[in-house]
């Protein structure tokens, strides 16, 4: 489901941020979650393995915050 993707991203992210799962906010930009593109290559190497998938960090700034994300991973 979107909601069970939306979870396993918000884990993904606190694990890169170092942040509280709750402190995620899934509507905020990358931007000012601080997602810069080395970071987008981590989140994005990190969602791969999480979903089993092969993403690239060009998806990480072709959707604008987290919930995009999820949206396009789901």
């Known amino acids: 489901s979107l909601r069970a993707v939306a979870e396993a991203l918000t884990r993904v992210l606190s694990r890169l941020l170092d942040l509280p ?11 000012s979650l601080g997602i810069d ?24 700034f072709q959707h604008s915050s987290p919930a995009e994300f999820a949206a396009f991973v789901y």
Not at 21 to 31: G, W
């Open 21 to 31: 799962t709750a402190a995620s906010d899934l509507s905020a930009p990358f931007a």
């Open 37 to 60: 593109s080395q970071r987008a290559v981590q989140l994005a190497a990190a969602a791969s393995r999480a979903f089993g998938l092969d993403l690239r960090p060009t998806a990480v």
